[in-house]
């Protein structure tokens, strides 16, 4: 229903617009035209593509309607912190300026107003001294839970330990909405910094449980793999195995591409062991004839490779070669391919095998094995160089 009034609102306001008119149209309160805003972000939460495509367009519409609005409209504290709302939703800080140059709100609100436009404005120092006076659950779920979010990002890169307590209580406090759904995305990447693998975990699960839908869940999935990587890939089987117990949550899809996210980022970091077996757990989601299947073969043949296993990695990058790959598994494949010709066929010299090639197993520094321990460790940092690190390329 809330979507409907705003999908309503909006397209109201924009018909107005479309025809031309030159009068300006009647503003309502503000806290009012904030609820169509609002009621888009409930959508983005249930997967609704739509509206995820259509909130940066109201926004900024919304400015003008709230401009608009008389100055009298500002003593009353709803309208107050819907400018806060509004400008902590990535709405233009004018409004708030605006609210505060008039000066009519209540005294509280005025000064909570100026902590959210130092903060919008980038003066996180007058910001976090001014907000720090504020207790977010002395405010209604809704302004609490936008005011909580606002303190955890100031908190986040001095006092992580605190940016996780306030995540929390955003959460909480607004359960089912993007709020939500971002303070879980924000916890992992905090729970990650304080190497803190239960709270990563519970987090996800939550994430995997309450938003599957969402439209960030994609954003969700690589923002893990990193983590993932740092956790599991580093550690022992015992947790890649509880990682495997969390992926199993997820949608097959999603697995999937949760394990070549993995599997590519392990190779990067040099975590080859664990590259492989992701990739192997990928290979087996993936569906017969699918990018996603020439994904895994190629992560899997980059892992047998740098691990010494060239022939049966050989093998494995022609399953690669039957799909189109995105461009930056087509470099890493062309690195691959490049690297199984520098090293050769390690059957020809008869004092190696292929499970010594890649080690350091020369006398003399000279030969055959010693020359592939150097081509692989090169071949690992080209291969870094080669494409851009998945997980760095969101929103």
């Known amino acids: ?54 909130l940066p367009q109201l926004i900024r519409q919304l400015a003008e309607r709230l401009l608009a609005v008389s100055a009298d409209a500002w003593r009353d504290p709803r309208n107050a912190r819907a400018a806060i709302i509004y400008t902590l939703s990535g709405g233009s800080p004018r409004v708030l300026r605006k609210a ?18 130092a903060y919008a404005g980038g003066r996180h120092e007058e910001a976090r001294n001014i907000l720090s006076q504020f207790d977010a659950l002395e405010f209604t ?55 803190d693998t239960g709270k990563f975990e519970a987090l996800a699960r939550e994430y995997i449980w309450r938003f599957p839908r969402s439209d960030y869940f994609e954003s969700f999935r690589r923002q893990s793999s990193s983590a993932v990587t740092r956790f599991i890939l580093d550690g022992e089987a015992g947790d890649f195995e509880r990682i495997e117990k969390l992926v199993d949550l997820i949608d097959p899809a999603n697995q999937c591409g949760f394990y070549l996210q993995t599997a590519y980022q392990g190779i990067i970091d040099g975590k080859i062991a664990a590259a492989h077996r992701a990739a192997i757990k990928g290979r087996k989601l993936a569906r017969d004839g699918t990018v996603e299947q020439g994904r895994a073969a190629l992560y899997n043949a980059a892992a047998l490779i ?17 799909v189109q790959l995105p461009r930056q598994d087509e470099d890493l494949k062309e690195q691959v391919a490049l690297l199984i010709s520098q090293i050769g066929d390690p059957a020809e010299d008869p004092f190696i095998t292929s499970n010594q090639v890649g080690t350091a197993g020369s006398h003399d520094g ?28 969101d929103p």
Request: glycine share 10%; hydrophobic share 50%; charged share 20%.
């Open 1 to 54: 229903m809330r979507f409907a009034l705003g999908l309503a609102f909006w397209l109201a306001f924009t018909n107005h617009a479309s025809y031309g008119s030159t009068k300006q149209p009647e503003a309502g309160q503000p806290f009012e035209i904030v609820r169509s805003m609002e009621a888009l972000q409930d959508q983005i939460v249930l997967g609704n593509a739509a509206a995820k495509r259509t």
């Open 100 to 117: 505060i140059e008039i000066g009519l709100s209540p005294a509280l609100d005025l000064e909570l107003m100026r902590g959210i436009a």
């Open 141 to 195: 779920p809704v302004i609490g839970g936008h005011i909580a979010m606002a303190q955890a990002a100031l908190a986040a890169e001095e006092n992580p330990g605190q940016a996780m307590n306030l995540l929390d209580k955003a959460r909480l406090m607004m359960p089912g909405t993007l709020i939500e759904d971002a303070a879980l995305r924000r916890g992992l990447i905090l729970a990650e910094k304080l190497l």
């Open 306 to 322: 740098l691990m010494g296993n060239i022939e049966t990695g050989t093998n494995e990058l022609a399953l690669a070669n039957t």
């Open 366 to 393: 000279t030969s055959a094995a010693g020359q592939a321990a150097g081509l692989i460790d090169l071949a690992q940092k080209k291969l870094a160089q080669a494409v851009d690190v998945i997980q760095g390329k």
